[in-house]
């Protein structure tokens, strides 16, 4: 079955660092852009970051700018998001997502998602 | 700061027609297309609408979505009590290089 795994998530302190792992299975993962996106306890869905299918373009919403980043491994079929000096804001489930294009990616539109990992940051 | 715009609730009948819109400016909405997921809390959000029409396959045919300006809006038809769920709209903001979601708008079925 074609689907994101991800895993990382758990408790850490305001300041501290985590990082996410999404593993990609039953499709190229090389040739599709990926995307982390969030969602705080009773709030939306919040786009974090985006990077292509090579891994040489990414970006990140101004909130996460500086703190955290985005990466990929395509032989290992894995993407990954470093998160440095994270506040009490950053508690979310986080969600890893496929585009939707092969190659050249939409970066808005994403055809498979994983089902989340939980990250909370609290003393 | 670009934001897309959308009402916080929706409500409507079995069988009704609904509508949901969604307001962006002239570097998100009015440049780019609009994408539209359906998210029923505590699972993934699924792909409803992208490139601002176009269906992936297994969306069945109630749901439409459209754009004109700097709006879009997404229309459902002959609603059923399992469209019940939060809808986001999604546009790629060129002003920020980034993605924006809409707040979401929470769809009940009465």
């Known amino acids: 079955e074609v689907q994101l795994l991800e895993s990382g998530g758990g408790l850490v302190q305001p300041g501290g660092s985590l990082r996410l792992s999404c593993a990609a299975s039953?499709?190229?993962?090389?040739?599709?852009?990926m995307t982390w996106v969030r969602q705080a306890p009773g709030k939306g869905l919040e786009w974090v970051s985006g990077i292509s299918a090579s891994g040489a373009i990414s970006y990140h919403a101004d909130s996460v700018k500086g703190r955290f980043t985005i990466s990929r491994d395509n032989s290992k079929s894995t993407l990954y998001l470093q998160m440095n000096t994270l506040r009490a804001e950053d508690t979310a489930i986080y969600y890893c997502?496929?585009?939707?294009?092969f190659g050249s990616g939409t970066y808005d539109t994403f055809d498979l998602w994983g089902q989340g990992t939980m990250v909370t940051v609290a003393s | 700061q670009p934001v897309l715009t959308q009402p916080p609730s929706a409500s409507g009948t079995p069988g009704q027609r609904v509508t949901m819109s969604c307001s962006g400016s002239s570097s998100n909405i009015g440049s780019n297309h609009v994408t539209w997921y359906q998210h029923f809390p505590g699972t993934a959000p699924t792909l409803l609408m992208y490139?601002?029409?176009q269906r992936p396959s297994g969306v069945p045919d109630r749901f439409s979505g459209s754009k004109s300006g700097t709006s879009a809006s997404l229309a459902i038809s002959g609603l059923q009590s399992e469209d019940e769920a939060d809808y986001y709209c999604?546009?790629?903001?060129?002003?920020?290089?980034?993605?924006?979601f809409g707040g979401g708008t929470k769809l009940t079925v009465l």
């Open positions: 039953r499709f190229t993962f090389k040739d599709y852009a």
């Open positions: 490139r601002n029409n």
């Open positions: 997502a496929k585009d939707l294009n």
């Open positions: 999604v546009a790629w903001d060129d002003s920020l290089k980034g993605l924006l």
